[in-house]
């Protein structure tokens, strides 16, 4: 079965970096768009950024243009979030995603806990 597993979280400092990565299986992960979203406190879950299958282009939440980058290694079947100059509000859990079948359903990871503060 489709399986998501998220890492790398963690407290960082204001302008601090975190690279989080996503270990996928169950399902053809070179052929699957893939996505970060993230949920603050009191807040609703909100797209990152996403990576298309097989040209992986990439488009991002206004939010975290400039500062955050998606890839992906189809070898290694992992999708990484590279978060860079971090800010306060980019405190949330942070979860893997994919979309899987007809109609498409959600799959998604465990999350990990990404906190900026000083």
């Known amino acids: 079965q489709v399986q998501l597993v998220e890492s790398g979280g963690g407290l960082v400092q204001p302008g601090g970096s975190l690279r989080l990565s996503c270990a996928a299986s169950?399902?053809?992960?070179?052929?699957?768009?893939m996505s970060w979203y993230r949920q603050a406190p009191g807040k609703e879950r909100e797209l990152v950024a996403a990576?298309?299958?097989?040209?992986?282009?990439?488009n991002y939440a206004d939010s975290v243009k400039g500062r955050f980058t998606i890839s992906r290694d189809n070898a290694k079947k992992t999708v990484y979030l590279q978060m860079n100059s971090l800010k306060p509000e980019d405190t949330a859990v942070y979860y893997c995603?994919?979309?899987?079948?007809?109609?498409?359903?959600?799959?998604w990871g465990q999350g990990t806990q990404v906190t900026v503060s000083s």
């Open positions: 995603n994919t979309k899987r079948g007809l109609p498409p359903r959600d799959y």
């Open positions: 169950g399902f053809t992960f070179s052929m699957a768009a």
């Open positions: 990576i298309t299958k097989p040209s992986g282009t990439t």
